[in-house]
Nanobody
Framework: VQLQASGGGLVQAGGSLRLSCAAS????????MGWFRQAPGKEREFVAV?????DYADSVKGRFTASRDNAKNTVYLQMNSLKPEDTAVYYC?????????????????WGQGTLVTVSS
């Protein structure tokens, strides 16, 4: 499975962005699809996962929404009410295990990352 993340950019605090993650090489309908992020000088952290339902980090709950379009083999991360602390490189990932997986090591495939910068 190859994953291509896109949609990052520069946005002011309070603004919105939608990230996309297009998959190729296999259908992802049975995969758990996760989003992670890594800010400068920090470890990669869990943001969201969508399997049969979604699960979110407390820091983004109520602001971010993960969704999937199996027909397009694509997953999305809608990010609203963005804050400067959301600035990071965002990665999408796919896990064969399914479920609402929060651990990066449980993911089998990773995209290349897309940079989100939120200015204050």
């Amino acid at each position: 499975v190859q994953l291509q993340a896109s949609g990052g950019g520069l946005v002011q605090a309070g603004g919105s962005l939608r990230l996309s993650c297009a998959a190729s090489g296999s259908t992802i309908s049975s995969y758990a699809m996760g989003w992670f992020r890594q800010a400068p000088g920090k470890e990669r952290e869990f943001v969201a996962v969508i399997s049969w339902s979604g699960d979110y980090a407390d820091s983004v709950k109520g602001r971010f929404t993960a969704s999937r379009d199996n027909a397009k083999n694509t997953v999305y991360l809608q990010m609203n009410s963005l804050k400067p602390e959301d600035t990071a490189v965002y990665y999408c990932a796919a896990s064969l295990r399914g479920g609402r997986i929060r651990t990066a090591g449980s993911y089998d495939y990773w995209g290349q990352g897309t940079l989100v910068t939120v200015s204050s």
